[in-house]
């Protein structure tokens, strides 16, 4: 298979990459603001199956990118672009989830709370996920950010994608598991703490395989288009995944939303990738994406809070449930209009502060502050 990197060049712009990062950045918000039916119920693990996972594509993008841009890599200065573009952004926008851990700490379901604030701070942001649920994902990135000499070193000596299979195993049988507030209530602070690390180091090893593929994906981009002509076996694949998740799932026996989402990602790829020309020959649709996939950081870093603010004003549950005062055609209609709500809000959000900014000093790195 012809290399088709251009090591030590600089890589070109990948319009379909970059619209396949909007939306996953949108399938995030999904998955965190459209949920339905009563626990284990069978609605809602369909719903879902369809809308969870959506961590999967992000990892696949990050290992892409890597890649696509490791020509010129070296380890110092790539770790200090990361404390720049990541780290530091992540730390300034959990404020306000500190704040809502600190003030509202029932309401937000803060698991360290009793303990010293100051003592809180580093454990918090240590872990993202109280804070800030979805930013368990950056502890586990910066061990991605870690390993990623050894990547490239393997990846040369011809190593590491031979190594997928068996990766790709370790994704399907080791299930990310779930961490509620309520089971962290009956253990020490010190025994929370060690939980939450367990997580995000599983997700570490659960995602890896996706992490690695990404990269290969991105050395041999041929391939993406092989992904488009296999489309069919591709669509069979993903609802076969799909259907024998939610059977296991409702049966109590295995839970793992990742396996579908792999063969959803390659469907996405080659789609995108097929009608990039199209795409792009439509200026309005193209500049919407573009514009959503360089705010996609940014709205990672902040939905969950307006999620947590939407549900306080309009007293709604996180998951919306299927009963006697809600039907699944009005619960439908309440998570779709938080999903949007919730994506508007943390784009205007974004984008006021980022004009502020701007105004402060107009040669300001904004995406220092915000990740956009």
């Known amino acids: 298979m012809q290399n088709t990197s251009e090591t030590g060049k600089k890589k070109s712009f990948l319009n379909y990459i970059n619209v396949f990062r909007g939306l996953a950045i949108l399938l995030i918000v999904a998955g965190h603001s459209m949920q339905i039916g009563a626990q284990n119920s069978l609605a809602h693990i369909i719903w879902c199956e369809i809308v969870c996972g959506g961590t999967a594509l992000f990892i696949f993008i990050s290992g892409f990118l890597f890649e696509h841009l490791s020509g010129k890599f070296e380890y110092k200065n790539y770790?200090?672009?990361?404390?720049?573009?990541?780290?530091?952004?992540?730390?300034?926008?959990?404020?306000?989830?500190?704040?809502?851990?600190?003030?509202l700490p029932s309401l937000y379901k803060n698991s360290?709370?009793?303990?010293?604030?100051?003592?809180?701070?580093?454990?918090?942001?240590?872990?993202?996920?109280?804070?800030?649920?979805?930013?368990?994902?950056?502890?586990m990135i910066i061990l991605f950010f870690i390993c990623s000499f050894m990547l490239?070193?393997?990846e040369k000596k011809k190593v590491l994608y031979k190594l997928l299979p068996v990766m790709f195993a370790v994704t399907i049988f080791l299930?990310?598991?779930?961490?509620?507030?309520?089971?962290?209530?009956?253990?020490?602070?010190?025994?929370?703490?060690?939980?939450?690390?367990?997580?995000?180091?599983?997700?570490?090893?659960?995602?890896?395989?996706?992490?690695?593929?990404?990269?290969?994906?991105?050395?041999?981009?041929?391939?993406i288009d092989k992904f488009y002509n296999k489309r069919l076996i591709l669509w069979v694949l993903t609802?076969?995944?799909?259907?024998?998740?939610?059977?296991?799932?409702?049966e109590g026996i295995y839970s793992n939303y990742t396996v579908s989402k792999v063969f959803f990602t390659m469907l996405l790829l080659g789609y995108l990738k097929h009608y990039d020309g199209y795409i792009l020959s439509h200026n309005k649709t193209n500049k919407t994406l573009d514009f959503i996939a360089k705010y996609s950081f940014g709205i990672f870093f902040i939905h969950w809070y307006w999620i947590f603010v939407y549900n306080q004003i309009f007293n709604l549950k996180g998951v919306i449930p299927?009963?006697?005062?809600?039907?699944?055609?009005?619960?439908?209609?309440?998570?779709?209009?938080?999903?949007?709500?919730?994506?508007?809000?943390s784009i205007f959000t974004l984008w006021g502060l980022k004009t502020l900014l701007l105004k402060i000093n107009e040669k300001i790195n904004t995406r220092m502050f915000l990740g956009v």
């Open 239 to 250: 609802l076969f995944t799909a259907g024998v998740n939610i059977y296991l799932s409702k």
């Open 112 to 139: 360290f709370d009793g303990m010293n604030v100051l003592m809180q701070i580093p454990l918090l942001l240590s872990i993202g996920r109280v804070h800030n649920t979805p930013t368990w994902f950056i502890p």
């Open 79 to 103: 770790l200090s672009k990361k404390w720049i573009n990541v780290i530091i952004p992540y730390l300034i926008t959990a404020i306000p989830g500190l704040l809502f851990c600190f003030y």
């Open 322 to 345: 299927i009963d006697g005062n809600i039907s699944l055609v009005l619960a439908f209609v309440i998570i779709f209009v938080r999903f949007l709500a919730v994506t508007t809000l």
């Open 175 to 223: 299930q990310r598991g779930e961490i509620e507030y309520e089971q962290m209530l009956n253990l020490s602070y010190m025994e929370r703490y060690f939980t939450y690390l367990k997580y995000i180091f599983t997700g570490f090893i659960h995602f890896f395989s996706l992490y690695v593929f990404g990269m290969y994906c991105s050395k041999y981009k041929e391939i």
């Open 152 to 154: 490239l070193r393997l």
